[in-house]
């Protein structure tokens, strides 16, 4: 299957300051690309989706000006968690939408570990 | 709406077979997936059922789709220790802004000796 890689996987930062999550899809370009938050023994919870080339679209609750992100190019979308505070800690996990033929299908990312202190 | 329900946690025996269910409700799902997190990681993509599908079988997994009763289920045959984690299923709903996955609540598989 394809692989999608996210850096750093774990990251602690003090409370004020911001921490910016790549994520990239290795073998396969991905126009679109989707940014989870799981908080513990909790499912996913969609964040954002990101477009190459375009504004993100965030979900209802996700305060954009909070949580950046770019899809720079095919292959890479960055998140960025400014001004972190203790209640964004959190488990962060991308996925890269895969387009082949009569499938659609998400590929994820092996998360972040985020940790504000 | 948009909810996905799962039982939240499955005990068996190595070598016995598990079968995770799975309810939906928006019966505009175009796909639906079964993913698979260990502790600490991402999600592996397991496998996935198109919609107009009932059935489809992959080596060890078997899903079977009642559309009808919006109704998913993962069955694992001969079932390892190494296949302990939480299982996700996950419904796909075309919206203005593309294909967006609404997952479920997670089920834990144990796998005993």
Redesign the interface.
Known sequence: ?AV?S?HPSRVICKSGTSVKIECRSLDFQAT?M?WYRQFPK???M?MA?SNEGSKA?YEQGVEKDKFLINHASLTLSTLTVTSAHPEDSSFY?C?A?ELAG??????????T?LTVL | GEDVEQSLFLSVREGDSSVINCTYTDSSSTYLYWYKQEPGAGLQLLTYIFSNMDMKQDQRLTVLLNKKDKHLSLRIADTQTGDSAIYFCAESILTGGGNKLTFGTGTQLKVEL
Request: proline share 4%.
């Open positions: 299957g999608v996210q679109t989707f909790q499912s996913l969609l989706t679209t996990i996925s939408r009569d499938t659609d299908t998400q590929y994820f990312g092996p998360g570990r």
